[in-house]
């Protein structure tokens, strides 16, 4: 399917452990996001990438780690999860093209950390 | 920095006007407004760029003053559908396609 996918849609840890999040566009967008979303609270900018290989840290990087390889791929890395990361956490690709410029969600994933 | 957006929260009846509005500290290079719905992710409404700009999208328009570094959205007519929480996502002038969110206006349209 065309767009920008999340996988998995829901996710429960327990504290301590790896978890990773995935992220895949089918756009070839250039430019993509994670971010999370605290109940009840806007949208914090985690990590972003330019292109395959660039990435560079958002308002709340600690604990997270991204890499991308590929254009369409865009993980999300908890190295050990902490409740504080539980969270929804949405990924985003952009077109970037002045006027036409648009930046599209993935639907999110849920993460609970025990 | 993180845009300031007010007011937090609207209710308005079917048909009433409402305005939203977001500040920066910053210079900007452009704004994004999104809607979300409860338990969906943000979609997208309109971008202003930088050169103080006006647009609208159906009953949904919005305004850039570039001397302010401020943005207002424009809500006229309201339609329950219109129900959700709205966003604006800033891009200053040397943040690289960076968008940083208000924490966001929870509208609620009733009949």
């Known amino acids: 399917d065309a767009g920008i996918t999340q996988s998995p849609r829901y996710k429960i840890t327990e504290t301590g452990r790896q978890v990773t999040l995935m992220c895949h566009q089918t756009w070839s967008h250039s430019y993509m996001f994670w971010y999370r979303q605290d109940l009840g609270h806007g949208l914090r900018l985690i990590y972003y990438?330019?292109?395959?290989?660039?990435?560079d840290k958002g308002e709340v990087p600690d604990g997270y780690v991204v890499s991308r390889s590929k254009t369409e791929n865009f993980p999300l890395t908890l190295e050990s999860a902490t409740r504080s990361q539980t969270s929804v956490y949405f990924c985003?690709?952009?077109?970037?093209?002045?006027?036409?410029?648009?930046?599209?969600f993935g639907p999110g994933t849920r993460l609970t950390v025990l | 920095q993180q845009p300031v957006q007010s007011p937090q929260a609207v209710i308005l009846r079917e048909g009433e006007d409402a305005v939203i509005n977001c500040s920066s500290s910053?210079?900007?290079?452009?704004v994004h407004w999104y809607r979300q719905k409860h338990g969906e992710a943000p979609v997208f409404l309109m971008i202003l760029l930088k050169g103080g700009e006006q647009k609208g999208h159906e009953k949904i328009s919005a305004s850039f003053n570039e001397k302010k570094q401020q943005s207002s959205l424009y809500l006229t007519a309201s339609q329950l559908s219109y129900s959700g929480t709205y966003f604006c996502g800033t891009e200053a002038m040397d943040s690289s396609y960076k968008l940083i969110f208000g924490s966001g206006t929870r509208l609620l349209v009733r009949p």
């Open positions: 990438s330019a292109a395959a290989d660039i990435t």
């Open positions: 985003a690709s952009r077109w970037t093209s002045g006027a036409a410029d648009t930046q599209y």
């Open positions: 910053k210079a900007l290079y452009s």
